[in-house]
């Protein structure tokens, strides 16, 4: 009776599901949603994932039913199944419900609708990843069953699943799953007449996947890599023969891809055992290049035949492009892998002749192009996303040239000529009217790499005429009309080899790039004429050589102007971007043309506010005429309303964001205009930039009014200082203000991303002035501190403390020891618990010095004064990790507590100390040794690359520390903390001013340690030192 009514409810919550999904699939949008909601309720039901199975797999059921169940089960698996999984959400599936869907799913491969077969595929996969092969033992035999029957469903539903099991399979399950799958893939892939193509390149892909995977496995233990050498001889042999079967019914561009793929994987994780067949490798691989491009020119430059492009088994097309992709993949692999590089270099110049013919215009972008100006421009930007044969052509030409350098350039300019000269021959004959894109193309080619070529010119290592090139074939090209898209090249290669003109071929450019600009010309010329300015005027700059472009600077901005006024988007960028370089030329035509540029700059602004690299373009302008003492007066005229009328309206009035990009271009306003400020700048901006910042609730606001009132303190303190409301409250009020609403601990912890730079700048520039509320500052900051979890926020309220250290360190350990913290010791233990648990995360080259030598001095400080409030002090240390349980799985390391030695405070410090030092030596050392010589860094990788496991090798991994003994003593090394390029791209003012910023860190802490290191007391300290402190220390001549 039991078992009935148990049969009975089955039954009932079975129909229940069917009824459920008939309702997701009905048109009915309110039955829809209720049957949405009910499936949700079902889905933590014992038998739903069986139910879902059995639909799944009934030839009888209604189609559309199939197809639904078959997703939803694949959605059930994931979140069900395994407690382990990342998705999971409860209940787990039971044994029982797990034992009758595995039973039933493989009957799903067999199916002959595709959708359903392939959720069927997916769903054994995950099922495999967290059941094979203990609770699943006899999957693969089911599966190679299903690979070796007649049925074409079984087998594509069998490679389904291994495609999809190969991509998530563990390290646990490769070396029981390799044995059994690869001789399959082999007998798949060379049995050309029983299966399909796309089958067969499908076991390529579940090769090239297992390949990886071994290869990553082989990272960490060197034996791994064993489990492919036995397949390694007969894979490769099957790939060199695929690649030399002509396209037909055996092979087509889909499957030659996958094998390319696949030999790159084993180039560059398997050198060693790869060097024997490279002669037989590289003969087809170079045939398929060369061969391709002649199709590709064909079919796809110059569309003049029609190419039938594959499509793999889910219908997608396989491009042609994808395969030569692959090919220049292929060759990058070769450069990437120090055994191979060799192989490149000899065959330079032929390779990069081809690669320059991947480098021409395509028809479809020529009237992609045409139509989209702002495609054009996205397309052909040097920091594009967008991707094309065209696209990695270039890349891999410039990955040529930055490997090999002087040997690309004569390969560049030979290959270059060669096609000229062949163009030139099809131009006069007339028999190629697209002999113009290999203009295009190689001029692209020469300006690409045009440092190299000037560096190797004037170095004497290169024989090319650029001037007969500029002359001949540049300003030639520019008296034709074959296509705008040739002129546009002309002018923009030429304005990369300026420095290489003589002045009266530059004012030949020069006329022609004006020209360019001019509306009646083509939006792509007019565009290319932009790109052209800005290189000419960046040039003439660095070379203080502007007065040959003054005569021009009219026209040109004339032309830019129209420009911007006519396009959006990203035409729009970058004309802004070479208006902000033309007024960087020359301050007297700069002020001149302030009533055209200023107004124009402050309508993109208002319009295009939301846009971030126009607001920034925007910024920049008003930069230049902030520090142009003629136009700067009219700037404010013209600005200031327009900023202050944003800043005071309704929040609902403005466009979101609107404000923030206001305050920022206040700030800029502020920090670069002459100082004292104009009386409009304190008297009506800033009382309504601080009220907008104190009524906003919205983070990017607060931040940026922080930031701008942060500058008003820095550069006009003493004004700000004395301007009161009608109220008779100071702006240092305001200031005060809005520090304590964004250190509110009920405001978003995002708002106080810069707030320590605000409170710090108020120290620095008030100082005691600030009276009662220098504590409360301080109070906040405390507060905000505790509950901060952004590294970014909570650096930035350190920093506050460690710019303490070096102005008010008596007053500051004062402080923090009368104020209790949130445990119930004082704040002083709690800023230096966070501060020495991240310090060692910190980053920015000026905020590095400032905490780190802010420790040095409070170190130095407790020493000197035997100061106990420090002393007595205890932290974490490093941490214990035990090698008695075994190896440390992610299990494990989430069920057990980290251990942690605990340490005085001032040990931490010394500790974080040396570990600063060596964060210096290594950036320096990195810097130092770029130019190391190539056979000594090329012995290192082709160590790590070693495929033999030699003893001692497989435990060691190259770091700093084992690579310091090849170098003198880090002592004897200054450094290139002084000028190093991180400095370069500062643009924090008040850190520029602090004297901090001019420290070289190295240096410092290397002359710290080692007068620590003469003290009687050091042994204090050195007793705690770790292998690797020892190690760094030794470099200083501290032996210990």
């Known amino acids: 009776m039991a078992s009935s009514t148990g049969g009975d409810v089955s039954r009932s919550l079975k129909d229940v599901l069917l009824e459920t999904l008939s309702g997701i699939l009905s048109p009915d949008h309110n039955l829809r949603v209720s049957a949405e909601e009910q499936v949700k309720a079902l889905e933590v039901t014992e038998e739903f994932g069986v139910h879902l199975a059995e639909f799944t797999v009934d030839h009888n059921g209604p189609l559309a039913i199939r197809q639904l169940a078959s997703v939803l089960l694949k959605q059930y698996v994931e979140v069900h199944w395994s407690v382990h999984s990342e998705k999971f959400r409860p209940p787990e599936t039971t044994d029982q419900a797990k034992a009758a869907i595995r039973q039933m799913l493989p009957a799903g491969l067999k199916e002959s609708i595709s959708k359903v077969r392939s959720s069927v595929a997916y769903a054994i996969s995950a099922i495999a990843h967290w059941d094979w092969p203990e609770a699943w033992p006899d999957l693969f035999q089911q599966l190679m069953q299903a690979l070796t029957s007649t049925d074409q469903n079984a087998v594509h539903g069998a490679m389904r699943v291994l495609t999809e099991f190969t991509r998530e399979v563990t390290d646990i399950q490769m070396p029981q799953m390799a044995p059994v799958i690869l001789p399959e893939m082999y007998k798949i892939f060379t049995r050309a007449e029983a299966y399909s193509i796309r089958t067969r390149s499908r076991a390529v892909v579940i090769f090239t996947t297992c390949a990886n995977m071994i290869s990553a496995m082989g990272d960490l233990d060197k034996g791994a890599r064993a489990l492919l050498h036995p397949f390694l001889p007969q894979f490769i042999e099957a790939f060199v023969h695929s690649l030399q079967v002509p396209d037909g019914v055996a092979s087509d561009s889909g499957i030659k891809m996958e094998v390319l793929k696949a030999v790159t994987t084993l180039v560059k994780n398997y050198p060693k055992q790869m060097a024997p067949y490279m002669s037989s490798i590289l003969q087809p691989v170079w045939t398929t290049l060369t061969e391709s491009v002649t199709i590709y020119v064909r079919t796809v430059v110059n569309n003049v035949e029609e190419m039938d492009d594959p499509a793999d088994s889910d219908g997608e097309v396989l491009g042609f492009e994808n395969l030569v992709f692959s090919i ?198 007019r565009i290319s004429a932009a790109r052209a300015i800005y290189g000419f005027c960046d040039y003439l700059k660095s070379s203080d050589n502007t007065q040959m472009i003054l005569p021009y600077l009219e026209p040109i901005m004339h032309g830019l102007v129209t420009l911007a006024m006519q396009f959006a988007a990203d035409v729009l960028a970058l004309v802004m971007e070479t208006i902000y370089t033309v007024l960087t030329v020359d301050k007297n035509f700069t002020a001149s043309c302030e009533t055209k540029t200023v107004p124009l700059t402050i309508a993109i602004f208002l319009k295009y506010n939301s846009d971030p690299l126009i607001t920034a373009l925007c910024q920049d302008i008003f930069k230049v005429y902030s520090q142009n003492e003629m136009a700067q007066p009219m700037l404010q005229q013209r600005l200031l309303p327009t900023i202050i009328s944003v800043l005071q309206a309704p929040t609902d009035k403005v466009p979101p964001g609107m404000p923030s990009n206001c305050l920022d271009v206040l700030c800029t306003m502020v920090r670069h205009s002459p100082q004292p400020l104009h009386g409009l700048m304190i008297s009506e901006a800033f009382p309504a930039a601080a009220k907008c910042t104190l009524s906003s609730e919205d983070n990017a606001t607060m931040q940026s009014g922080g930031e701008c009132l942060r500058a008003y303190v820095s550069v006009a303190c003493d004004q700000i200082s004395q301007w009161q409301d009608d109220q008779n409250r100071s702006g240092l009020w305001y200031v005060i203000q809005v520090a304590n609403q964004m250190l509110d601990p009920r405001t978003s912890e995002f708002t106080a991303a810069f707030v320590g730079k605000l409170v710090s700048t108020l120290l620095s520039k008030v100082g005691p002035a600030l009276g009662e509320n220098l504590e409360l500052l301080l109070r906040a900051v405390l507060s905000k501190m505790q509950q901060a979890e952004t590294l970014s926020v909570m650096q930035n309220l350190v920093l506050v403390f460690a710019q303490l250290v070096h102005t008010q360190l008596d007053a500051l350990l004062n402080f923090l020891t009368s104020v209790p913290g949130p445990t119930g010791a004082s704040a002083l233990e709690f800023v230096l618990t966070e501060w020495c648990s991240r310090q060692h995360l910190f980053y920015g080259a000026y905020e590095t010095k400032v905490s780190t030598v802010a420790l040095c001095k409070l170190l130095q400080h407790s020493i000197n004064s035997n100061d106990s409030r420090l002393q007595d002090i205890q932290i974490k240390g490093d941490q214990i990790f035990s090698t008695s349980d075994g190896i440390l799985t992610r299990s494990k390391c989430a069920t057990a507590p980290e251990r942690w030695t605990m340490v005085p405070v001032l040990v931490k410090m010394y500790k974080l100390i040396i570990n600063e030092l060596s964060n210096q030596v290594e950036t320096n050392l990195s810097k130092s040794q770029i130019e190391d010589e190539e056979d000594e860094e090329n012995d290192w990788e082709e160590e790590d690359n070693n495929e033999d496991g030699a003893a001692g090798d497989s435990s060691e991994t190259v770091t700093l520390l084992s690579l310091l003994d090849k170098y003198s003593p880090a002592s004897d090394y200054s450094g290139y903390d002084f000028d190093g390029d991180e400095e370069e791209d500062e643009e924090d003012q008040d850190a520029l001013n602090d004297p901090l910023y001019k420290v070289n860190l190295q240096q410092y802490l290397t002359e710290f340690l080692q007068q620590l290191s003469q003290q009687p007391y050091y042994g204090t300290f050195s007793a705690h030192h770790s292998d690797c402190e020892r190690k760094v220390l030794s470099t200083i001549g501290i032996n210990t």
């Not at 090999?404 to 000229?420: E, K, N, P, Y």
């Not at 024989?463 to 008296?479: E, G, P, T």
């Open 328 to 525: 220049f993949e292929f060759v990058h692999g070769l450069i990437e892998t120090p055994k191979f590089r060799k192989i490149v270099r000899k065959s330079m110049d032929h390779l990069l002749y081809y690669v320059i013919l991947y480098m021409q215009i395509t028809e479809e972008q020529v009237h992609l192009w045409t139509n989209s100006p702002d495609q054009f421009v996205e397309d052909e930007d040097e920091d594009t996303f967008s991707y094309s044969v065209r696209i990695s052509a270039q890349d891999l030409l410039l990955a040529i040239a930055s490997e090999f350098q002087g040997d690309t350039t004569m390969g560049i300019c030979s290959a270059t000529m060669r096609h000229l000269q062949e163009a030139e021959v099809a131009k006069n004959s007339g028999t190629d009217p697209n002999w113009w894109k290999v203009h295009e193309a190689c001029m692209l080619t020469l300006g690409s790499i045009k440092d190299l070529i000037i560096d190797q010119l004037h170095e004497n290592k290169l024989n090319f005429d650029v001037s007969s090139f500029l002359q001949n074939i540049v300003l030639a090209d520019l008296n034709l009309s074959v296509s705008p898209f040739l002129l546009g090249r002309a002018l923009w290669v030429a304005s990369r080899f300026t420095l290489l003109m003589s002045p009266e071929m530059m004012q030949r450019f020069l006329q022609s790039t004006v020209a360019g600009l001019q509306e009646s010309q083509p939006p792509s010329v």
